[in-house]
């Protein structure tokens, strides 16, 4: 599996990559947390599995 994107670690070439696809979990943010978690706004789960599924498209 020869990537064109060259990710390196502090210490060497990454050799796997472990992705977790958005789910119910975020549905379950609180409003009043969101600036301790540093998100803006509750992500809308949809969209957060469409730009993962793009990410883990272009790996």
């Known amino acids: 599996m020869d990537s064109p994107i060259r990710v390196k670690s502090e210490v060497g070439t990454l050799k796997r990559v ?5 789910g119910q979990e975020l549905e379950n943010l609180m409003p009043q947390y969101l600036s301790r978690q540093l998100f ?3 992500p ?16």
């Open 18 to 22: 472990l992705l977790h696809r958005p």
């Open 40 to 42: 803006e706004d509750i």
């Open 44 to 59: 809308y789960l949809v969209h957060a599995r469409e730009e993962h599924d793009q990410f883990a498209e272009t790996l």
